[in-house]
T-cell receptor
Framework: DSGVTQTPKHLITATGQRVTLRCSPR?????VYWYQQSLDQGLQFLIQ???????AKGNILERFSAQQFPDLHSELNLSSLELGDSALYFC???????????????FGEGSRLTVL | EDQVTQSPEALRLQEGESSSLNCSYT??????LFWYRQDPGKGPEFLFT???AGEEKEKERLKATLTKKESFLHITAPKPEDSATYLC???????????FGRGTSLIVHP
């Protein structure tokens, strides 16, 4: 158990719809990362937040957005969903408030999104 | 552009048959090379961090080594429970965003 919690575990929705994925980082971690994993693309970095502020953006579509709240949990919003958005979405956390940032990421179990 | 290439894509071993997985990388100012294990339908699980050429880390049947251009994950006398996808990632200098390889899918037959 990594200590990172993601909900929901599974989500089935239709094209054009909007969904929200939720992530609670490990206790004490300040940074949250979102990754998308599909069979043909591997793990693709989407976006990173640190202590409530956006720090880095990767290959995140304009239809996707995220935020990190004061209690450090994060949400990834996916809108105008397309078939190609079907994938596993992972949240990872790092940067413990009490320790050195060694770069390791601790991943949640993921949210599997299926768009029909 | 940072690149991570893992080989082979898939590997089948008999229980007890030792082998190595390769991770070749191109990165600006390596700040860390990471190995993760991922079971089907689960999130990647952190295994090792290597920072400089010549460094080695061990954990049970796994040993990770690092050179200036690649890293190897050696699996000694593997067991069926070692079956998983092994992911390599590199963190470039000036960034906290690791770039992941596509992984090696390992199956160990009893």
């Amino acid at each position: 158990d990594s200590g990172v919690t993601q909900t929901p575990k599974h989500l089935i929705t239709a094209t054009g719809q909007r969904v929200t994925l939720r992530c609670s980082p490990r206790s004490g971690d300040l940074s949250v990362y979102w990754y998308q994993q599909s069979l043909d693309q591997g793990l693709q970095f989407l976006i990173q937040y640190y202590n409530g502020e956006e720090r880095a953006k990767g290959n995140i579509l304009e239809r996707f957005s995220a935020q990190q709240f004061p209690d450090l949990h994060s949400e990834l919003n996916l809108s105008s969903l397309e078939l190609g958005d079907s994938a596993l979405y992972f949240c990872a956390s790092s940067v413990p408030i009490t320790g050195r940032n060694t770069g390791e990421l601790f991943f949640g179990e993921g949210s599997r999104l299926t768009v029909l | 552009e940072d690149q991570v290439t893992q080989s082979p894509e898939a590997l089948r071993l008999q229980e007890g048959e030792s082998s190595s997985l390769n991770c070749s990388y191109t990165v600006s100012g390596l700040r860390g090379l990471f190995w993760y294990r991922q079971d089907p339908g689960k999130g990647p699980e952190f295994l090792f961090t290597l920072y400089s050429a010549g460094e080695e880390k061990e954990k049970e049947r796994l040993k990770a080594t690092l050179t200036k251009k690649e890293s190897f994950l050696h699996i000694t006398a593997p067991k069926p429970e070692d079956s998983a996808t092994y992911l390599c990632a590199v963190r470039p200098g000036g960034s906290y965003i690791p770039t992941f390889g596509r992984g090696t899918s390992l199956i160990v037959h009893p």
